[in-house]
Antibody
Framework: EVQLVESGGGLVQPGGSLRLSCAASGFTFSSYAVNWVRQAPGKGLEWVSYISSGGSTIYYADSVKGRFTISRDNAKNSLYLQMNSLRAEDTAIYYC????????????WGQGTLVTVSS | DIQMTQSPSSLSASVGDRVTITCRASQSISSYLNWYQQKPGKAPKLLIYATSSLQSGVPSRFSGSGSGTDFTLTISSLQPEDFATYYCQQSFILWTFGQGTKVEIK
């Protein structure tokens, strides 16, 4: 069974940093791209970042470019999101989602981890 | 950036109704359009990819159509478990979601 489990969320002050993790199981992690998608409270979905299966190709949404860094460790079946210079508008549930290259969709999602940026 | 606009933002329908949700892209996205369902407190679930391909395990009452800039998601006979919020997503250039359509019980 494919599973994605996020962790690392919490309360952080504006300007602070946080590192999210996503642990994958039930599939060959190194064969798939993965993404971070976020959802502010009561709002819609926003794609945040993409990393290819080997880690060589990375994309970011303009809203996080220069502040967030995506990475992965295929030996540990894990995805990460380093978030720096956090703002109130970064408050959201952060989901990791497996990406299918040919279909260009997100076929499995984790349950999410909540990040709250507030003083 | 490609913008995605869904309509309506919300709708009320009864069990058994035929429901159609529209998604419009700000530029042509060929057939790179996906649909997701999200229930309260849950992660999104992939329903349809590449405009009209049904994801494994998704009931056949869900269907998708369109091309270019205009797309639709149709639920042929609404079931109690279908009350949720639906999002379209373009995957032509990176990924962008529509704002969502909430399907509520009438």
């Amino acid at each position: 069974e494919v599973q994605l489990v996020e962790s690392g969320g919490g309360l952080v002050q504006p300007g602070g940093s946080l590192r999210l993790s996503c642990a994958a199981s039930g599939f060959t992690f190194s064969s798939y791209a993965v993404n971070w998608v976020r959802q502010a409270p009561g709002k819609g979905l926003e794609w945040v970042s993409y990393i290819s299966s080997g880690g060589s190709t990375i994309y970011y949404a303009d809203s996080v470019k220069g502040r967030f860094t995506i990475s992965r460790d295929n030996a540990k079946n894990s995805l990460y999101l380093q978030m720096n210079s956090l703002r109130a508008e970064d408050t959201a549930i952060y989901y990791c989602a497996r990406g299918r290259i040919r279909e260009r969709d997100f076929d499995y999602w984790g349950q999410g981890t909540l990040v709250t940026v507030s003083s | 950036d490609i913008q995605m606009t869904q309509s309506p933002s919300s709708l009320s329908a009864s069990v058994g109704d035929r429901v159609t949700i529209t998604c419009r892209a700000s530029q042509s996205i060929s057939s790179y359009l996906n649909w997701y369902q999200q229930k309260p407190g849950k992660a999104p679930k992939l329903l349809i990819y590449a405009t009209s391909s049904l994801q494994s395990g998704v009931p056949s009452r869900f269907s998708g159509s369109g091309s270019g800039t205009d797309f639709t998601l149709t639920i042929s006979s609404l079931q109690p478990e279908d009350f949720a919020t639906y999002y379209c997503q373009q995957s032509f250039i990176l990924w962008t979601f529509g704002q969502g359509t909430k399907v509520e019980i009438k």
